[in-house]
Structures are given as C-alpha cells and as structure tokens.
C-alpha cells in the first residue's frame, strides 16, 4: 500500500528526517520503522507514573525500615577466595 502524507507537524519531519539521517536509512524506511516502533509500545503506562507520591509518610518510613537490613553491606561477601 501506498500512503501520500501532507502537512506533517514539524516535530514528526524532525523525527523522520532524525532517524533517517543516524540509521543512513531512505525517508520512507524511516517513516515506517517509525510507526512500527508505535505499534509494539506497552498500551498502559509502565513507568509507574500513577505511584509517585502516593505514599504516606509513615508508610515510607515503615518501608525504609524492612528494608534496612538489606542495605547492610556484609565485608564477608566481599572477600575473594584467592
């Protein structure tokens, strides 16, 4: 199929003309991997936007608590056998 695009915002020129030029790729092959690469992005966000700043203060420091022991560095795991 054949697709003819006209008055592209210039942030998308930028981002074709960008790929193109660092992949030394032709503007359709861009394009294409371009909207492909739209195609296989997660459907919800996943960079957990919606937890930040959802936690009380004492639900921080309650965390932070179970996890002290773990940010105990032990000299013994650090030591070689040779």
Do not use: Y
């Not at 695009?5 to 942030?11: A, I, Y």
């Not at 459907?43 to 009380?56: I, L, M, Q, V, Y």
């Amino acid at each position: 199929m054949t697709i003819s695009l006209r008055n592209l915002p210039k942030d998308v020129e930028k981002a074709i003309l960008e790929t193109s030029h660092r992949e030394g790729i032709s503007l359709n092959k861009a394009t294409l991997r371009l909207l492909q690469a739209q195609l296989h992005k997660p459907a919800k966000n996943t960079d957990f936007e919606e937890f930040c700043g959802t936690w009380s203060t004492a639900g921080a420091d309650a965390f932070d608590a179970a996890l002290l022991e773990m940010r105990q560095v032990d000299p013994a795991d650090w030591e070689s056998d040779g």
